[in-house]
């Protein structure tokens, strides 16, 4: 594996990581703030993700994330777009998003692992 590779997953690893932490329970803030914050955790480690290293359940894992954070037709709002699309997930999503970031978080843990 190449060092730029080992390190777009290590990164990814680490921003997926972070995300689930997010998720983890008691939420001492609010789930929805919970959720918002592993939202832009999402949107870092996509941003900095290179699709075409993905298998197929961990780009099946990305699409998902990125729909459930789809902020598309959400009001700019001074508490923020990813806050209000958080408040708006029903429990349903929000245990489809717990569980997809959970997998994307451990796959590419995965990686980083057999890359050592």
């Known amino acids: 594996m190449s060092t730029a590779m080992e390190n777009n997953y290590r990164d990814s690893a680490h921003l997926m ?66 806050l209000l699309k958080a408040r708006a997930l029903s429990v349903e999503q929000q245990s489809d998003l717990r569980v997809a970031v959970n997998d994307l978080a451990d796959w590419f843990a995965r990686q980083v692992t057999q890359s050592t």
Do not use: Q, Y
Not at 44 to 62: Q, Y
């Open 17 to 82: 990581s972070r995300a689930r932490f997010s998720l983890m329970l008691p939420h001492h803030a609010g789930i929805d703030k919970a959720i918002a914050s592993a939202f832009r955790e999402c949107e870092l480690a996509f941003h900095e993700m290179d699709e075409r290293l993905l298998d197929d359940n961990a780009l099946r894992w990305v699409v998902e994330i990125r729909e459930l954070m789809d902020t598309t037709g959400i009001p700019e709002s001074p508490e923020g777009t990813f």
